[in-house]
């Protein structure tokens, strides 16, 4: 696992990973080889204002966790999948794509929603690496305002900074409604931080934590439920 990105999102998705393996003891636990480490370069300032790119430091990190046994690789954050190629050129195994794993739980938990609203970092959208993967899966996409993107990325930003409270989450929930108010018939959070303030009981529609189902697809291949996608040598 590539985390750290941020440090409260990486151990909300272990702590889902835990939660979704069926296990009696230690023992049936998956093992997870991972490298923390906050201190990626910034995907945002990378992105949108020519800042440092962090696609070697996480094609280095992805390296160490080939060499060391890991069988498949994830990043509980979604933006830093904007710099996939980088970890790709690195390494011969997997990397489960987190932006994959959540439009296929969007088929499955909204199959009826042809409008996905997101919530997403600016330099995700900016990527439009969600845009790209909903379109092929024939849906379309509902996007923030600017105005409503400048409020998400300060609401990120408080939630990177610990503050998670019932304010963030009633904000955050406003976000996802101003959504809705356009087309929007279910919601992604493409943020793994957005999950720590927001939950599905919150909205009147499907709400697809990226967090979540990355987790499910996680234990679906640690398990041998769910096979390992190929890789070239």
Do not use: W
Not at 176 to 192: E, N, P, S, Y
């Amino acid at each position: 696992m590539l985390g750290g990105m941020g440090p409260d999102a990486t151990v909300d998705f272990m702590a889902k990973v835990i939660a979704l393996t069926p296990a009696a003891g230690d023992q049936d636990h998956i093992r997870m080889l991972v490298d923390h480490n906050p201190r990626v370069p910034d995907r945002q300032a990378a992105i949108l204002a020519g800042g440092e790119n962090p696609g070697p430091v996480l094609a280095a990190m992805a390296a160490r966790l080939e060499a060391s046994g890991a069988d498949f690789l994830v990043i509980p954050c979604n933006t830093a999948h904007v710099f996939q190629d980088d970890i790709l050129a690195a390494t011969r195994i997997p990397l489960v794509s987190i932006i994959d794993a959540s439009v296929e739980a969007a088929e499955t938990e909204a199959p009826d929603a042809s409008a996905i609203g997101l919530l997403a970092t600016s330099g995700c959208l900016q990527a439009g690496i969600y845009q790209q993967a909903l379109e092929a899966a024939g849906r379309t996409s509902i996007l923030p305002t600017a105005g409503e993107l400048d409020d998400l990325m300060a609401l990120i930003k408080s939630i990177k900074a610990g503050r998670t409270d019932a304010r963030a989450a009633t904000a955050m929930g406003g976000l996802a409604k101003a959504l809705v108010a356009r087309g929007a018939q279910a919601i992604i959070a493409g943020c793994t931080e957005i999950p720590l303030v927001l939950a599905g009981a919150a909205l009147d529609m499907p709400l697809i934590s990226s967090t979540d189902a990355l987790a499910a697809r996680t234990v679906g291949l640690a398990l041998g439920e769910i096979p390992l996608p190929n890789r070239q040598p």
